[in-house]
């Protein structure tokens, strides 16, 4: 895989968390991996919150979201106006340069499986 890109919506990302009662906003995403032949993945989320009452609450750490991609974007129901690319280049997981780029505006998925810790958290994360 090279690049997959979600254009901007019309969605605010604030409206987006305000619209959100309960859920896991992730802000930043390292370490994962996918399964090129059924699609499944799993990726850590470095700095999350949990979204209470449609606002942006406690850090959250070791955090990790898991699903199958196909099935994830056709759950999508919301998508912000702020897509913003990593001019980076991304590194293949077999220690291979590819050029590869991440980002995408704000997006809610109204399901996906979230796992981790239940370690309490003191402070921000950032």
């Known amino acids: ?3 997959t890109f979600i254009d901007n919506g019309p969605h605010d990302p604030q409206e987006i968390i305000e619209s959100t009662a309960r859920g896991l906003y992730i802000a930043e995403m390292a ?3 996918a399964e090129i032949s059924n699609g499944d993945f799993v990726f850590n989320a470095t700095v999350a919150y949990l979204i209470e009452a449609g606002k ?3 850090p959250v750490r070791g955090a990790t979201i898991m699903g199958n991609g196909p099935s994830v974007l056709r759950e999508i129901d919301m998508i912000g106006n702020d897509l913003a690319l990593d001019p980076g280049q991304g590194m293949c997981g077999k220690g291979q340069t590819a050029r ?3 980002g995408q505006p704000t997006v809610r998925l109204p399901r996906v499986t979230v796992g981790g810790t239940d370690e309490p958290v003191n ?3 950032g």
């Open 1 to 3: 895989m090279t690049n």
């Open 31 to 33: 370490g994962g991996q």
């Open 56 to 58: 942006l609450t406690t």
């Open 100 to 102: 590869v780029s991440v």
């Open 123 to 125: 402070g921000a994360m």
